[in-house]
């Protein structure tokens, strides 16, 4: 939802609050794997209960997430394999964080947040992948209620101001409902394109009978 409304204002915003990664070419898959680094750091602090440093760890991490592509499309060095390599770390950094969070409740002798946390991780791992798949198949999906970035800010706003539980609560529910939209869209438009197929096929099929017959 925040990608589809912001996302093409992104160039412009990076390069005027951070110009100095403008200024020389500086390798995208290096901020990428940087912002990776970080980010699992903050796994790890959430994991240990540090939900503050943890915090302000992943929005540190996600700010390189979000200008790897930005610096990438600046100085014209975009490719197939950064792309790969972004969305499949992006997945790793997703899950880690949500697991550090499911083994903090579970040790901390919360079983019901520890679930939820383990649907928000499930859910969110689902959202990106339904995407993905449907993309495979050439049709396009719903942004939907939470993607990454709503993901990274409710799992950021809850460390920083002492809501952890409600955040997780909020995330594994609008994840739920977002595969939920992407699937209730991927069976409709998959459900055209068969009957597209089979339309043209049948339409095939009429036209080599009619030459045949002539």
């Given at each position: 939802m925040i990608k589809d409304k912001f996302?093409?204002?992104?160039?412009?915003?990076?390069?005027?609050?951070?110009?100095?990664?403008?200024?020389?070419?500086?390798?995208?898959?290096?901020?990428?794997v940087v912002g990776t680094l970080i980010c699992m750091a903050a796994a790890v602090a959430y994991g240990r209960g540090e939900f503050l440093a943890g915090a302000l760890l992943l929005w540190v991490g996600g700010l390189f997430d979000l200008v790897d592509g930005v610096v990438a499309r600046h100085f014209g060095c975009s490719s197939a394999f950064g792309a790969f390599l972004d969305s499949t770390l992006d997945r790793l950094?997703?899950?880690?964080?949500?697991?550090?969070?499911?083994?903090?409740?579970?040790?901390?002798g919360d079983p019901v947040t520890a679930c939820v946390a383990g649907v928000a991780l499930v859910a969110?791992?689902?959202?990106?992948?339904?995407?993905?798949?449907?993309?495979?198949?050439?049709i396009d999906l719903p942004g939907g209620i939470i993607e990454r970035g709503e993901r990274v800010i409710l799992l950021v706003a809850g460390g920083m101001f002492g809501h952890m539980e409600?955040?997780?609560?909020?995330?594994?529910?609008?994840?739920?409902?977002?595969?939920?939209?992407?699937?209730?869209?991927a069976r409709r438009n998959l459900d055209q394109?068969?009957?597209?197929?089979?339309?043209?096929?049948?339409g095939d099929g009429?036209?080599?009978?009619?030459?045949?017959?002539?």
């Open positions: 996302g093409k204002g992104l160039d412009h915003w990076v390069k005027t609050f951070a110009p100095f990664l403008f200024k020389r070419e500086i390798d995208p898959n290096l901020l990428t950094v997703d899950m880690a964080v949500l697991l550090g969070l499911v083994i903090y409740f579970a040790g901390a969110s791992v689902l959202t990106s992948y339904t995407k993905a798949r449907a993309e495979s198949l050439d409600l955040m997780i609560w909020v995330l594994a529910v609008g994840a739920t409902a977002t595969v939920v939209q992407r699937f209730t869209a394109l068969d009957v597209e197929r089979a339309a043209s096929e049948s009429l036209a080599a009978h009619g030459t045949h017959g002539e």
